[in-house]
Each structure stands twice: as C-alpha cells, then as structure tokens.
C-alpha cells in the first residue's frame, strides 16, 4: 500500500493505478479512503483513483499536533499524493468533510483542478453553535475517548428508509470509524471548526461541478447542496431520493452511476 510523509506525519492513500484521468476523493469525517470503495470498484480500469486516509484516518498516522490541523493541511495531503503519483492535474470530491476540503484544495490548488465533485457537503462556514458543539466533543473524546461519538454518528447520518432497507450501512460506517484514532478526530474537529467560510468563492469556481446530496441528508441538506449548485456557474445538481447523508454507501449504485456520468462529460 502506498504512503508518503505529509508535515512528518506517514500518509497512506489508496491507488487503483492505470494511464485513465487521476480522481482524487477526500473522505468523510470520521471515516477514511476506505469508504470510497464501491466508487473505485465501478471506476476501475477507466479512472486512476486515489483514496488518502487523512492524518490519523484509517491507515494513516495521528496528526503529530491535532490542534494545528486545517482544511489547507488536508489539501496539502491531496496534492503530496498527487506528486508521488505523477500526476498534475485531477478530478478532485468529497463527502462532507471531504468536501470541505475539496474546496480548500481548489482554493491552494486551483491549476491542478480538472472537475470538482462535491458531495453531501456545504460552503458555510460553522455557526457559533456549531463550533461549541465541536468544542465539547473535543473535550469529551480527551475524557472518556470516540466510543459514544461514534455510536451517535453511526445511528444519526443516515435516512429512515435507508436504515430499514440497508441496515449494514450502519455497520459500515461504525467499522470505518472504529479505524480512527483520538488525534485524528480531535485534529479533524478542529479543522472543520476553523475552516474558512467559502460562499463568496463559488462564483469564481471555473470547472464543470457535480454537486450530490442525499434528499434526507440531516447534516448538510438539500437547501445546502442548492446553495452550492446556484453559486457555482454551470454546476449540476443531483439529488438522491431517500438518500440520507453518507451517500456513496447508502446509494452506491445511484451515487457512482452519477458519478460516473459526470466523468465521462468531463472527460
Ligand atoms: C462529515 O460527515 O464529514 C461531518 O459530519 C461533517 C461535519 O460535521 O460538518
């Protein structure tokens, strides 16, 4: 498995290999490449897709100090694996978190943008309650660990329909959090918390965009997702019915079908 060293933290990343155009995907908070997997399945041979697990994320190092950690460090994670790759220039997503990060990397990293894929994620920066919410769950991980986060967030990201008709979506996520380590999620708290609100860039955005959200989404909505879209010249919009918040897991099919379509306009 290939890894590189960010900031002096060991990064592991995902690498499906071939000559097909790079797809960078940035996962979600607090899950890790991994989740990526039935995108990289259908993409295969077509796409050369790269998966980075985030500091402290699934097979990656802690974060050396998570209380500097930042969107921007996160991006910085992205175009290191691109370097190692021999890759300039990509189709660069993510999901929720990772989408905040997709947008800091098209903030650092404009030129090396081909397409952005934005998924179940939103260009607002957190409310003050929001960021008191973050701060207290920092604490309480120093106090007593992940365990009742991870037990919050596996049974709250998901829609109704898709815990009755997908049940092991919930046991999906609550194995990729269980690879996350107390610095990874204190550091990545912290990233979300201090990111930089991005609404007045969607203008400026000047490659094709594909914005999904799941049309339950709890976390970051569908009036989110529309913010996006609106704000974005030309973005198209999809939305997936019954879909909750994790919805390249929860609507594999309907997700990378998008996806891929997408791709192939863009290609
Ligand atoms: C995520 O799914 O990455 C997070 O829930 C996003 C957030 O907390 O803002």
């Not at 996962?27 to 991994?34: D, I, K, N, T, V």
């Not at 009742?148 to 959090?177: D, I, N």
């Not at 010249?233 to 919805?247: D, F, M, Q, S």
Request: glycine share 12%; proline share 7%; net charge neutral.
């Amino acid at each position: 498995m290939p890894t590189l060293t960010v900031d002096g933290v060991r990064v592991h990343f995902g690498d499906t290999g071939g000559s097909g155009p790079a797809v960078l995907l940035f996962h979600a908070f607090p899950l890790s490449g991994e989740m990526w997997r039935p995108q990289v399945a259908g993409l295969r041979g077509r796409y050369r897709v790269l998966t980075p697990d985030l500091p402290g994320f699934g097979r990656s190092e802690p974060p050396r100090d998570p209380l500097a950690s930042t969107v921007e460090g996160f991006a910085r994670v992205g175009a290191a694996v691109l370097d190692a790759c021999g890759v300039e220039r990509a189709i660069v997503g993510g999901l929720s978190m990772g989408g905040y990060v997709t947008l800091a990397f098209a903030r650092h990293f404009g030129p090396r943008v081909r397409a952005l894929v934005l998924a179940d994620t939103k260009a607002e920066g957190d409310a003050p309650a929001l960021r008191a919410r973050r701060e207290e769950q920092q604490a309480r991980i120093r106090a007593e660990g992940t365990g009742f986060l991870f037990a919050q967030m596996s049974e709250g990201l998901e829609s109704a329909a898709t815990l009755a008709h997908r049940p092991g979506v919930r046991w999906e996520l609550r194995r990729l959090m269980d690879t996350s380590s107390h610095a990874g999620v204190i550091g990545a708290l912290e990233a979300m918390k201090r990111r930089p609100d991005a609404l007045a860039e969607l203008p400026t955005v000047a490659v094709p965009t594909l914005v999904l959200v799941g049309s339950e989404d709890p976390v970051t909505t569908p009036a989110m997702a529309r913010t996006l879209a609106t704000g974005i010249p030309g973005a198209k919009l999809v939305e997936i019915p019954g879909a909750g918040h994790v919805t390249n897991l929860s609507a594999p099919g309907v997700f990378t079908a998008a996806l891929s379509s997408f791709l192939w306009d863009v290609r």
